[in-house]
């Protein structure tokens, strides 16, 4: 067989794999319903067996999530975006699995598209942000440990008088994005630390100033060995074109 016929083979069995592997997770079929108020409402999002679940839910928290910013950086979002709950049920297309950030983004944003009629454009702006460094160069703090082979990637936060956080596989890109509404600004990572991590952490979720309780920004640094540093830096900004109220049932 000659060369660029061995060529043309290779293109035609390599080309449709690389399209497979790039084909974004999509929502095939959802339901979603107006959340009933019942005194005691965790809000949670999560996938379970090739379904997406999530109960008293804000459509502002499935922006957030699907772009990984904090409110400010949305714009433009009606006011019950922010206000109304809801309960959702959606099977992922060809029972995708979700093995990594980007994709629980992609099927959030599908989930906003089909079922909120959700449009955007983004826009930038200069802001007020942190710097995600380590502390002291060369060293890292005693929680953090390198990620063992085939560990899954997870991140889980329980929040209350104290938040808990809970993380595997993940590296400090990820874990930066994960705890920028809790830091009140954008961050961005400069730690150099290219590995995927394992942790888990505690902090006051709102400490008074008698409180002996550690904040998020001392147990990043006790614990962790790193440091959120303020910086200045350009913010991206979700501009929201059109989103609807599912109709109601």
């Known amino acids: 067989m000659r060369l660029p016929a061995i060529c043309a083979l290779l293109l035609a069995l390599i080309v449709p794999a690389l399209h ?28 379970i067996g090739g379904r997406f679940v999530a109960t ?9 999530t699907a772009f990984g910013i ?4 949305i714009v433009n979002a009606p006011a019950w975006t922010e206000s109304e709950l809801f309960d959702m ?17 992609e099927l959030i944003l599908s989930l906003l598209q089909d079922q909120f009629g959700f449009r955007f454009h983004r826009d930038q702006h200069e802001s007020p942000v942190y710097w995600l ?55 961005e990572d400069h730690t150099g630390l290219t590995g995927k991590y394992d942790f888990q952490i505690r902090w006051a979720t709102d400490p008074s100033p008698e409180s002996d309780d550690s904040t998020l920004f001392s147990v990043i640094r006790e614990q962790l060995g790193l440091r959120l540093q303020s910086a200045k830096g350009p ?15």
């Open 20 to 47: 497979a592997q790039t084909k974004p997770v999509r929502v095939e079929v959802a339901v979603v319903h107006p959340h009933k108020p019942t005194g005691d409402d965790p809000s949670s999002r999560q996938v």
């Open 56 to 64: 008293a839910t804000t459509v502002q928290t499935l922006i957030r």
């Open 70 to 73: 904090d409110t400010k950086a």
């Open 89 to 105: 049920q959606a099977t992922i297309a060809d029972h995708a699995e979700i093995t990594n950030p980007e994709q629980f983004q």
């Open 133 to 187: 460094v380590v502390d002291k160069p060369g060293k890292i703090g005693p929680a953090l440990k390198e990620t063992k082979p085939g560990t899954r990637m997870n991140i889980s936060m329980n929040g209350g008088h104290r938040t808990e956080m809970r993380v595997a596989n993940v590296s400090m890109t990820d874990f930066a994005k994960s705890i920028q509404k809790q830091a009140g600004r954008n961050i």
């Open 235 to 249: 913010i991206d900004i979700i501009v929201v074109d059109d989103v609807t109220q599912p109709a109601a049932e």
